[in-house]
């Protein structure tokens, strides 16, 4: 015969095992996430350095150690900087470019403040 008691404690054992299915799948989950950001670090590749600021207009003056082109996201970084954008703008001898090649200096409209000798990354 199967009575109240019997029934809540099998009740709270499958209650139990399914909690745990569940917080099993959130740890995976959340165990994916810094997995990729530890992949986003691995992916970010050094592309120039900044040789020269142009404050008043916001511009940055990049020399370039690999391709870029308009509409990549890249960050730049140094001491005390430390922001992420999108290229909307480059400009090579004064000539809007839609991409630059290794070796160039281009021009790049910035949305901050960057230093001399701040890296500039590719974000993928």
């Not at 809540?8 to 997995?35: D, F, P, R, Y």
């Not at 230093?115 to 993928?124: E, G, I, Q, S």
């Amino acid at each position: 015969m199967v009575t109240k008691k019997k029934v809540k404690k099998v009740v709270k054992k499958t209650a139990k095992k399914s909690l745990k299915k569940v917080v099993n799948k959130k740890e995976k989950k959340i165990s994916k996430k810094t997995t990729k950001t530890k992949i986003k670090k691995l992916t970010e590749k050094v592309v120039g350095r900044i040789s020269h600021f142009f404050d008043k207009i916001s511009v940055a003056v990049v020399e370039l150690t690999n391709s870029l082109k308009v509409g990549d996201k890249i960050a730049i970084k140094g001491n005390t900087t430390n922001f992420e954008q999108k290229i909307e703008s480059m400009q090579l001898e004064h000539q809007q470019v839609k991409e630059a090649k290794k070796g160039q200096g281009i021009g790049l409209k910035v949305k901050d403040l960057v230093r001399l000798n701040d890296l500039v990354y590719l974000l993928k």
